[in-house]
């Protein structure tokens, strides 16, 4: 798999769209490309997601069945994203499904946006309805993301409505094993993405990879080097050395998914933070990915700006 991401907005511009189509001369082989995003919206307007009607969340960005028809003649590997808990639309209109704060708002993150609560199960309903009206359309593989819970803003304040007295390991793995018994009976891969640091240690979000890995058919740890602390991985500056923080995030993957049948493909960096990434950061990433084990790998940059090199074939 050698593949990128793209917006819904992006898939909106035919120009734009078309030139990530292209891309399959020098290597692509797979579109990773948003149906809900982390602001709520979903792409298009499906009768059998009413809710995203009534709430304000579906758009008008583009046809899914057209963008899946287009991804099949280029012999393209079709993932539509869905993101999951972080949802602003959602618990703006719907704050009865959202998490709430101990004065009884809605809660907010450190960016203020407002979550639904990953223990209502109707959060999960909608989020799957959304992604099942992808499926038909010729989506190859439904990916899940924010599927945990949050990590930013005043976590002491959060309240669960409905919590149930069980791991949020358990709670997490509960919602895409529903989400995979919805979804594969009408033909589409199950996937999800994961901290990079999830194989490592529980950093308390509810994703353990060894447990999902039990209900999805791949991961994608975003493995991303400036997302790595100073001192991670006992690297000083991560961000400076991709290779290794590539390797090693890959590593304890492979050491906690032993015996497990899931495809891992790492979400690599094409963007820049505080370290300038050229191409052959980029490209370091990726020879990293392939010598330690992993089945591809998707690369991720907001403004849809990739390093075309990294994705010829090996």
Do not use: C
Request: glycine share 8%; net charge positive.
């Amino acid at each position: 798999m050698r593949g990128v991401h793209l917006t819904m907005a992006m898939a909106s511009l035919e120009r734009k769209l078309e030139s990530f189509i292209r891309m399959q001369k020098i290597g692509l082989n797979t579109i990773e490309i948003d149906v809900k995003d982390e602001n709520g919206e979903v792409a298009f307007a499906a009768p059998t997601v009413p809710l995203a009607r009534r709430i304000g969340a579906a758009g008008s960005y583009y046809d899914p069945a057209a963008l899946a028809r287009r991804a099949e003649r280029s012999d393209l590997y079709l993932i539509g994203r869905v993101v999951v808990f972080e949802d602003p639309v959602l618990a703006d209109r719907r704050p009865g499904m959202a998490i709430r704060t101990r004065a009884g708002g809605v809660w907010r993150s450190g960016t203020g946006l407002g979550w639904g609560n990953p223990y209502d199960e109707r959060v999960w309903r909608y989020d799957v309805d959304v992604a099942e009206a992808a499926v038909p359309a010729w989506f190859d593989e439904i990916m899940f993301d924010y599927v945990r819970l949050p990590t930013d803003g005043n976590l002491a304040q959060a309240v669960f409505p409905d919590r149930v007295r069980e791991p949020r390991t358990r709670t997490v793995t509960r919602f895409l094993a529903y989400a995979a018994k919805r979804l594969r009976p009408l033909g589409a891969q199950v996937s999800v993405t994961v901290f990079g640091l999830t194989a490592s240690r529980d950093l308390g979000i509810g994703q353990d990879p060894r447990l999902l890995a039990r209900v999805v058919d791949a991961l994608y740890p975003m493995v991303y080097p400036s997302h790595y602390a100073p001192g991670e991985l006992g690297l000083e500056t991560p961000e400076a050395h991709p290779r290794q923080v590539v390797a090693l995030s890959l590593v304890a993957f492979r050491r906690a998914l032993h015996g497990r049948r899931v495809r891992l493909v790492p979400w690599l960096q094409d963007f820049s933070l505080v370290h300038a990434y050229s191409a052959a950061d980029v490209r370091a990433e990726v020879t990293s990915a392939r010598s330690f084990g992993a089945q591809g790998f998707l690369l991720w940059n907001p403004s849809g700006r990739y390093t075309a090199q990294a994705l010829r074939s090996r």
